[in-house]
Nanobody, 127 residues
Framework: QVQLVESGGGLVQAGGSLRLSCVASGRTFSSYAMGWFRQAPGKERDFVAAINWRGGVTQYGDSVKGRFTISRDNAKNTVYLQMNSLKPEDTAIYYC????????????????????WGQGTQVTISS
């Protein structure tokens, strides 16, 4: 069974930064694409960022391009989300997710493609 554990959320002022981490266990982490999604109260789960299994290909949601950076350290079974220039509209629960198919060539922005999910970490940005 795969387990994903997020950390790093918190309360920061607008314009600040946070770095989220997601540690994976239970399978060969390095073979799978990883993604970050977020969900605000009353809204659908939105794509934030994804990275392929090697770490050389990334994709971002339009609202976070230029502000957020996804990266991974396969030796540590960890994926990161560096969030800069945070805005109140970034407030949400952030979820880490692992793709269901190893070595997928094209990384996906669709939640249903990701088979494993963490419990989420709350990010709150004050204005």
């Amino acid at each position: 069974q795969v387990q994903l554990v997020e950390s790093g959320g918190g309360l920061v002022q607008a314009g600040g930064s946070l770095r989220l981490s997601c540690v994976a266990s239970g399978r060969t982490f390095s073979s799978y694409a990883m993604g970050w999604f977020r969900q605000a109260p009353g809204k659908e789960r939105d794509f934030v960022a994804a990275i392929n299994w090697r770490g050389g290909v990334t994709q971002y949601g339009d609202s976070v391009k230029g502000r957020f950076t996804i990266s991974r350290d396969n030796a540590k079974n960890t994926v990161y989300l560096q969030m800069n220039s945070l805005k109140p509209e970034d407030t949400a629960i952030y979820y880490c997710a692992a793709d269901g198919i190893p070595g997928r060539v094209v990384i996906s922005t669709v939640p249903r493609v990701y088979k494993y999910w963490g419990q989420g970490t709350q990010v709150t940005i004050s204005s």
